[in-house]
């Protein structure tokens, strides 16, 4: 899969779905640090990358090409990034990816909910 990794998740994330085989922008580690949410959905979407954030409120009705899918991790704060990383790999290799695309996921500990992203257009 194409994934865009928002900066408020760990690199090690991005680290460990690249060695699984996946396709990964860190907009920590390229020009688009810093960037707005909007300007990151844009690039998503373009690029047919699913975006992988902590951010809930990253959805940005309207704004067109959508990304592919949206993952929001809603993890301890306590966690490490390294338990944030294994977390995720674990729960995205779990889901086929036709569970993902088109919809926003949201994952915890012990619960995934999902919802089609053109509830949100």
């Not at 900066?7 to 779905?17: D, F, I, K, Q, T």
């Not at 844009?42 to 959805?59: N, Y």
Request: aromatic share 8%; charged share 20%.
């Amino acid at each position: 899969m194409r994934f865009l990794i928002d900066e408020g998740l760990p690199r090690s994330l991005g680290v460990a779905l690249a060695q699984d085989g996946h396709d990964v922008t860190a907009v920590a580690d390229s020009s688009f640090r810093g960037a707005t949410d909007a300007a990151l959905w844009l690039l998503a979407g373009a690029q047919q990358r699913v975006i992988l954030t902590r951010d809930r409120g990253f959805v940005h009705p309207g704004l067109t090409p959508a990304p592919a899918a949206i993952v929001v991790f809603r993890v301890p704060d306590l966690w490490t990034g390294a338990d944030i990383a294994a977390f995720g790999v674990r729960t995205l290799g779990s889901l086929p990816p036709a569970e993902l695309l088109g919809y926003v996921t949201v994952l915890e500990r012990g619960r995934t909910r999902r919802r089609p992203l053109v509830h949100f257009a």
